[in-house]
């Protein structure tokens, strides 16, 4: 299994406060992905890189920004955490090349927003 | 917007049975198709990938793929109570960004015993 570790797996905060989630590979995957999951809409990209400091925004891309400064880190931060932004969020890496929709998943985090 | 249909279920099957999961995809110039098993509280992981028309096997896993008609299926032969998850289809669009993959929303699987 690839080596994809998300923290926190946890959180809770209030509304308007700024979050950081923080996905951290040991597989030296160029790709490195940001879903959310919701009931309902199932996973869902907010954004992607495509190597270090070249990101770029996904479907459901508003109130949320990233930064990848290097290989293994990829950050996700919402600015000011509303409550349409609990969800579980997923990190997912791949090598690339021809097999880039072979996704390598973490644990997931699970944010509350009160 | 490209989409990715699946039948939410739930979908029971009784142990030892074929169960069955279907997908339609909106995007026509699609190229890679991918079924993820989701247990319940879990990550996604990858169980299949299919990139050309017909079918591909993998122990009591068979993808089926038909581009013409937009349709990607997923068979899980001889069913155990382990099967029962959400199995998620998944496609890469075509043209830029093709590096992206579009989700269902997933089927739920129960096998019953």
């Known amino acids: 299994d690839a080596g994809i570790t998300q923290s926190p797996r946890h959180k809770v905060t209030e509304t308007g406060t700024p979050v950081t989630l923080r996905c951290h590979q040991t597989?030296?995957?160029?790709?490195m992905y940001w879903y959310r999951q919701d009931p309902g809409h199932g996973l869902r990209l907010i954004h992607y890189?495509?190597?270090?400091?070249?990101?770029d925004k996904g479907e459901v891309s508003d109130g949320y920004s990233v930064s990848r400064s290097k290989t293994e880190d990829f950050l996700l931060t919402l600015e000011s955490a509303t409550s349409s932004q609990t969800s579980v969020y997923f990190c997912?890496?791949?090598?690339?090349?021809?097999?880039?929709?072979?996704?390598?998943f973490g644990e997931g985090s699970r944010l509350t927003v009160l | 917007q490209k989409e990715v249909e699946q039948n939410s279920g739930p979908l029971s099957v009784p142990e030892g049975a074929i169960a069955s999961l279907n997908c339609t995809y909106s995007d026509r110039g699609s190229q890679s198709f991918f079924w993820y098993r989701q247990y319940s509280g879990k990550s996604p992981e990858l169980i299949m990938s299919?990139?050309?028309?017909g079918d591909k096997e993998d122990g009591r896993f068979t993808a089926q793929l038909n581009k013409a008609s937009q349709y990607v299926s997923l068979l899980i032969r001889d069913s155990q109570p382990s099967d029962s998850a959400t199995y998620l289809c998944?496609?890469?669009?075509?043209?830029?960004?093709?590096?992206?993959?579009?989700f269902g929303k997933g089927t739920k699987l129960s096998v019953i015993p």
């Open positions: 997912a890496t791949t090598p690339g090349g021809p097999n880039t929709g072979e996704l390598f």
């Open positions: 597989e030296n995957h160029r790709y």
């Open positions: 998944a496609v890469t669009p075509s043209g830029a960004g093709s590096y992206q993959l579009t």
């Open positions: 299919i990139y050309s028309n």
């Open positions: 890189s495509y190597g270090v400091k070249d990101t």
